[in-house]
């Protein structure tokens, strides 16, 4: 091979914009828009970059002093390239989309007794760490939609927070529909009517007898429907999009710039930063490692609840699911299937598609496998675990009220539970994420002992009136919402409002 030709090659390769493959090894090339309007990829995989950039001390040490907001639009781009959004419209569109948080950053970090640091993700309208990259996410999509002339359908599950998110974000959106399916009697009363509340002629709302594991099963199928997807612009805004994860790397490097000390060293020797993170669906804790491996020296947390999934696949290699799920005081991470696993097995086993697609396929086959003893070190290497029941998770949340006076959902009390039975040695740094508001979790508080004054916005959801249809446990989920769809999709070519047409 000669020198010219090797010279033109790796011109080629690093001169090409971003391009994305499925973690299965079926699907490479697509871009940021193909991957944006996606759900799972056609073989049943997950979009990750073909790519991962790497960021430099130097470069990280140039943006302590830049703001969240910042901070998501300079991590965006190296993911977007400039031919599909341009930078001054990227930048655009992220501040549109973080101008109707609560604080001014969007997020806030808050530092309390013994070396207890929690990043508050939570200051968005529901009241929940979804709406940080959601609202980016719909940004995006908005983005695209004008300037095709087109139209979408998002199809999502939920177990709790998502449903709402997602909703609120898109809600009276033009080009768009919203169809979301959460498990009847397994969220809260605030989670539920935060989404039957939304009375838009472009949101669809299903209550479940299930799990939402339960619900993703109906959802796959529909997803790897291609005609059905091609028809309706059928895509997902659960974190199985990777437009999803990609804003949510910013709250580790958010998290790292603020606590490590970074500006105070030199050369390439980096501080590290522990960040504990909440974790259901694991699209957090995929985000961290993505950021591990673009450079950022983090120790990462993956805390669950008694669903133990991901602690049992950190600790003997046991990826499998254990009867039914559990009902527990943190409902939104009551998951079986942290179907974002798939992303950071794809990332460990070094991009190993065809390792990953006999692992995935035998798992939704038998819900079981041990992992291969290499991707288990590699997984152990870049990632602790730990489990929490719903006893830990009351004492956590009345120890840091009694200490603090700072009151914590329970799923930040899933992380600040590890925190509390895990000193931080002195020359340490910890980060808890603190995924949701406790205003969202008022069953819970009180059963701990504890009291809330409920803002506005949630004490309002009980006047309002609500819309939801009934899936029962015996019915055929996937044909009801594929009949939704058809529905939605006829209605809309006609240029009618739904709810008027279906009566």
């Not at 990227?90 to 806030?108: K, Y």
């Not at 600790?315 to 299937?337: C, K, R, Y």
Request: aromatic share 8%; glycine share 6%.
């Amino acid at each position: 091979m000669s020198y010219s030709f090797i010279l033109y090659y790796l011109m080629f390769f690093f001169s090409r914009e971003m391009r994305y493959c499925s973690t299965r090894g079926g699907v490479h090339g697509w871009t940021f828009r193909d991957v944006l309007f996606s759900g799972y990829a056609p073989d049943g995989g997950m979009f990750m970059p073909e790519m991962i950039p790497s960021l430099a001390p130097a470069t990280l040490r140039s943006w302590s002093s830049l703001s969240y907001q910042q901070l998501v639009c300079e991590v965006c781009s190296l993911f977007i390239p400039e031919q599909l959004i341009p930078k001054h419209d990227l930048e655009a569109l992220i501040s549109s989309s973080l101008s109707r948080f609560s604080v001014p950053d969007a997020v806030r970090m808050v530092r309390l007794k013994g070396s207890l640091s929690i990043l508050e993700l939570f200051h968005g309208e529901t009241l929940a760490f979804k709406d940080l990259a959601m609202m980016c996410t719909a940004r995006f999509l908005e983005y695209f939609l004008r300037k095709e002339n087109s139209r979408a359908i998002i199809l999502v599950g939920t177990s709790g927070d998502t449903g709402s998110s997602a909703i609120s974000s898109v809600c009276g959106l033009n080009g768009v529909d919203i169809v979301v399916v959460f498990p009847s009697g397994r969220i809260t009363t605030v989670q539920e009517r935060q989404m039957t509340t939304h009375l838009e002629d472009n949101v669809h709302v299903f209550a479940a007898d299930g799990s939402s594991d339960d619900i993703d099963v109906p959802l796959r199928k529909l997803f790897a429907d291609l005609d059905l997807v091609k028809r309706h612009g059928l895509m997902s805004l659960n974190s199985v999009n990777w437009s999803r994860i990609l804003v949510q790397l910013a709250h580790f490097l958010y998290a790292y710039l603020q606590l490590s000390d970074i500006q105070k060293t030199e050369g390439d020797c980096l501080p590290d930063l522990e960040v504990v993170v909440p974790t259901g669906g694991a699209g957090n804790i995929a985000a961290g490692c993505i950021m591990k491996q673009m450079g950022i020296p983090l120790r990462l947390v993956a805390m669950v609840n008694s669903n133990d999934i991901l602690h049992r696949t950190v600790q003997s290699g046991d990826f499998s699911m254990t009867g039914s799920v559990q009902q527990t005081l943190a409902p939104a991470i009551d998951i079986q299937d942290p179907y974002n696993m798939e992303r950071i097995f794809w990332l460990l086993s070094g991009k190993d598609g065809a390792l990953i697609k006999d692992m995935m396929e035998q798992f939704q086959r038998t819900h079981g496998l041990s992992l291969p003893e290499t991707l288990h070190r590699k997984l152990c290497s870049v990632l602790s675990s730990g489990s929490v029941s719903d006893e830990g998770i009351m004492k956590a949340m009345v120890r840091c009220w009694e200490e603090n006076q700072y009151l914590v959902c329970p799923h930040t009390a899933v992380a600040i539970w590890y925190h509390y039975h895990c000193p931080v040695l002195p020359e340490q740094k910890r980060c808890c994420i603190a995924t949701a508001s406790p205003a969202k979790f008022q069953e819970v508080v009180e059963k701990a002992g504890l009291t809330i004054d409920l803002p506005e916005a949630v004490r309002v959801l009980e006047t309002k009136e609500a819309r939801c249809k009934h899936l029962g446990c015996g019915e055929n989920w996937e044909a009801a919402l594929r009949e939704r769809i058809e529905a939605i999709g006829a209605a809309r070519q006609c240029g009618e409002p739904f709810y008027a047409s279906a009566n």
